[in-house]
């Protein structure tokens, strides 16, 4: 692993480090580099560079005498074996190199051995002393080798001085694996392969956070909180504004929705001849029909036939009235609609309008006929 992307890690490790989290490592050994296309010093022949590395991600060595890596398309002939009573340690990395040139300055191989990583389309397998697979890693177009790729392929390694190394783990070694290859490895091109005497600090330490899930507060309305560089990074608060002017708008978090109240308040233009204005969840205010005050309205009345006073020598009147709104006083005007009934010879055929039509000593009486005064009078009337 190179050392400047452990220092950065270990940095962004200690800047997040909040709550305790256990990791959750593989337990099993990992591919943690491929040198599929190596240069060294300008020398780009791959002959003698190429490498595979090994890390051991768990708390105990393991023996990996007689494991095998086997390649795509390839009798178990040309398997790379590794040597009886090999281990890797805890925490720690095995190197295979190719033979024919290795450089110098490059950590030496626990085991070298002959070996070609095709850069196109290739891949490999880990294999245990029981033939069961352990790691696999593949690069290109495998479809017809859907045992030599976990996920999805990487690239064709077809940058010169290049390999594929495993992401690391936080601070403690190259052990990212989530079965995906295109999601585990990453193009690096600082090439330090580590053989068996590099042990990366054990992985007893604390994050705040793996995944997304680990932020989540259980709150709905202040946003989804996120996992970004092993921190917790808060959510943006669920906004919840719809636009409408006269909605009460808020945030629910008993039903993790948005409430969206209807206020009609909201839309009194504090006039009152108008109408009540109205909320409308979709198209905001509304104005309401103007206030109808025909209610208190009032006929006119010119007859003499009218009732109640049956009486069909009074002359009954009453002018018209037409309620309007006033403002004001916020109602719609009235009247006591009092009606007149006077007794009238012209129109109604009434025996005498008042006493003066009567002789000496009689008076206009109520049924509008003359009568003594202060006695009834009965004429045709009186039965």
């Given at each position: 692993?190179?050392?400047?992307?452990?220092?950065?890690?270990?940095?962004?490790?200690?800047?997040?480090?909040?709550i305790?989290?256990?990791?959750?490592?593989?337990?099993?050994v990992?591919?943690?580099?491929?040198?599929?296309?190596?240069?060294?010093?300008?020398?780009?022949?791959?002959?003698?560079?190429?490498?595979?590395?090994?890390?051991?991600p768990?708390?105990?060595?393991?023996?990996?005498?007689?494991?095998r890596?086997?390649?795509?398309?390839?009798?178990?002939?040309?398997?790379?074996?590794?040597?009886?009573?090999?281990?890797?340690?805890?925490?720690?990395?095995?190197?295979i190199?190719?033979?024919g040139?290795?450089?110098?300055?490059?950590?030496?191989?626990?085991?070298?051995y002959?070996?070609?990583?095709?850069?196109?389309?290739y891949?490999?397998?880990?294999?245990?002393?029981?033939?069961?697979?352990?790691?696999?890693?593949?690069?290109?177009?495998?479809?017809?080798?859907?045992?030599?790729?976990?996920?999805?392929?990487?690239?064709?390694?077809?940058?010169?001085?290049?390999?594929?190394?495993?992401?690391?783990?936080?601070?403690?070694?190259?052990?990212?694996?989530?079965?995906?290859?295109?999601?585990?490895?990453?193009?690096?091109?600082?090439?330090?392969?580590?053989?068996?005497s590099?042990?990366?600090?054990?992985?007893?330490?604390?994050?705040?956070?793996?995944?997304?899930?680990?932020?989540?507060?259980?709150?709905?309305?202040?946003?989804a909180?996120?996992?970004?560089?092993?921190s917790?990074?808060?959510?943006?608060?669920?906004?919840?504004?719809?636009?409408?002017?006269?909605?009460?708008?808020?945030?629910?978090?008993?039903?993790?929705?948005?409430?969206?109240?209807?206020?009609?308040?909201?839309?009194?233009?504090?006039?009152?001849?108008?109408?009540?204005?109205?909320?409308?969840?979709?198209?905001?205010?509304?104005?309401?029909?103007?206030?109808?005050?025909?209610?208190?309205?009032?006929?006119g009345?010119?007859?003499?036939?009218?009732?109640?006073?049956?009486?069909?020598?009074?002359?009954?009147?009453?002018?018209?009235?037409?309620?309007?709104?006033?403002?004001?006083?916020?109602?719609?005007?009235?009247?006591?609609?009092?009606?007149?009934?006077?007794?009238?010879?012209?129109?109604?055929?009434?025996?005498?309008?008042?006493?003066?039509?009567?002789?000496?000593?009689?008076?206009?009486?109520?049924?509008?006929?003359?009568?003594?005064?202060?006695?009834?009078?009965?004429?045709?009337?009186?039965?």
């Amino acid at each position: 692993m190179n050392m400047n992307k452990l220092l950065i890690f270990c940095f962004a490790f200690l800047a997040s480090l909040a709550i305790v989290y256990a990791v959750d490592l593989p337990n099993h050994v990992v591919v943690s580099e491929l040198g599929i296309n190596p240069s060294y010093n300008g020398d780009f022949l791959e002959t003698g560079k190429e490498y595979i590395e090994l890390y051991n991600p768990t708390s105990s060595g393991v023996a990996i005498g007689n494991w095998r890596i086997r390649f795509r398309g390839l009798p178990s002939s040309d398997d790379v074996i590794i040597l009886p009573g090999s281990m890797i340690p805890a925490n720690g990395y095995y190197l295979i190199g190719d033979v024919g040139g290795w450089p110098s300055t490059w950590n030496k191989p626990d085991l070298f051995y002959e070996f070609r990583l095709e850069n196109e389309n290739y891949g490999l397998n880990l294999v245990d002393g029981s033939s069961n697979v352990i790691d696999t890693v593949g690069w290109g177009n495998l479809v017809f080798y859907p045992s030599f790729f976990e996920g999805e392929t990487l690239p064709n390694a077809n940058l010169d001085g290049h390999s594929y190394e495993r992401k690391p783990g936080f601070n403690c070694g190259n052990w990212k694996d989530t079965n995906n290859n295109s999601n585990d490895f990453f193009d690096n091109s600082d090439l330090n392969p580590q053989n068996s005497s590099f042990i990366e600090a054990p992985c007893d330490i604390v994050v705040e956070c793996v995944s997304d899930s680990d932020c989540d507060d259980g709150n709905y309305c202040n946003g989804a909180e996120r996992c970004i560089g092993d921190s917790c990074v808060g959510g943006t608060n669920v906004d919840c504004d719809d636009g409408v002017v006269c909605t009460i708008d808020s945030c629910n978090e008993n039903t993790d929705s948005c409430d969206n109240l209807q206020e009609d308040l909201l839309c009194d233009d504090g006039a009152y001849c108008n109408g009540a204005e109205f909320c409308d969840a979709v198209l905001d205010c509304q104005s309401a029909s103007a206030v109808d005050c025909s209610a208190n309205n009032i006929p006119g009345i010119a007859s003499c036939f009218n009732n109640p006073d049956n009486i069909d020598f009074t002359y009954d009147y009453r002018a018209s009235f037409t309620s309007t709104c006033d403002e004001v006083n916020n109602q719609c005007t009235t009247e006591n609609g009092a009606i007149t009934s006077t007794c009238d010879i012209a129109q109604c055929g009434a025996e005498c309008d008042s006493a003066d039509d009567c002789g000496q000593g009689f008076e206009c009486g109520l049924t509008c006929n003359c009568v003594l005064s202060g006695e009834p009078y009965c004429g045709v009337r009186c039965k």
